[in-house]
């Protein structure tokens, strides 16, 4: 049994106008399963599919106070493209953003609802990710979280430093998931987390239970799916299999 990395959800004041964004962003396509959410995948994506990791985007009316623990990096292809790149986001209506990044070789930007994102210069690694290179996750323990993660779902580890751990699909396709050294302590809820999924014919409550075995932690609410925490407090969501 395990367990891959489906989508991030992003809580929103206005999920259509920051959707609308974040497909323009990325050249994806729109559509909404209901009231308050909006999802992004690319244009005649077959979901659930590693080539991309989605995005759903979910109506909040809690406003954001802190950084976020979780953020994308978008790939770029050289120099010039990288600075198109920000050009364009920035008429799209991100802002600068300065989260202590100092003189550094990529763009953090804001998108209009203040979450941090990156846009990197270019890297040989994520050539062929797509537009997203990476999903990145603020910790305090790296190898911890490549231990706990490297089990929890079937992605490959790449890499793991105590700065830095670093994982992708095993069919080698898609943005990469980093967990990334950080100081910074997590308060509150986050406001982007990882949504997994088990498998086409697993078993939804032995797969919650395996996380479990593994460090992970229950939150319980009522909803139709399963919410836990991984070691280091960030909540994600395991959906029902697909």
């Given amino acids: 049994m395990a367990t891959r ?21 990325l050249g994806w396509g729109v559509s909404s399963e209901e009231p308050g959410v909006t999802n992004l995948e690319p244009e005649g994506f077959v979901y659930p ?4 990791v989605c995005i759903d985007l979910v109506v909040s009316t809690e406003p954001k106070t802190v950084k976020n623990r979780v ?17 364009r986001l920035t008429d799209l209506g991100a802002t600068p953003a300065d989260v202590g990044q100092g003189d550094v070789p990529w763009t953090v930007l804001a998108d209009p609802e203040g979450n941090e994102f990156c846009v990197l210069e270019p ?22 979280m490549a231990e706990f993660w490297g089990q929890a779902t079937d992605w490959v580890l ?14 080698g396709v898609g943005p990469y998931l980093e967990f990334i050294r950080t100081p910074d302590v997590k308060t ?4 982007v987390h990882l949504d997994v999924r088990p ?5 939804l409550g032995a797969e ?16 139709p799916w399963t919410v836990l925490a991984d070691p280091e407090g960030n909540e994600f969501c395991l959906l029902t299999p697909a």
């Fill in 188 to 191: 509150g809820w986050n406001r």
């Fill in 5 to 25: 990395l489906v989508q991030i959800n992003m809580k929103a004041r206005d999920d259509s106008a920051l959707g609308d964004f974040w497909a323009k962003a």
């Fill in 158 to 171: 790449h890499e793991v430093t105590d700065r830095q751990a670093v994982l992708r699909s095993a069919k």
């Fill in 199 to 203: 498998y086409p014919g697993d078993d």
């Fill in 49 to 52: 599919d590693p080539v991309a």
């Fill in 208 to 223: 919650a239970a395996r996380l479990t075995a593994l460090g992970a932690t229950v939150i319980d609410l009522d909803v």
């Fill in 123 to 144: 890297r040989p690694i994520y050539r062929d990710t797509g537009p997203i290179a990476a999903v990145v996750v603020d910790c305090t323990d790296p190898r911890a």
């Fill in 71 to 87: 953020h994308v990096d978008l790939a770029t292809t050289s120099a010039a493209h990288q600075a198109q790149v920000v050009a």
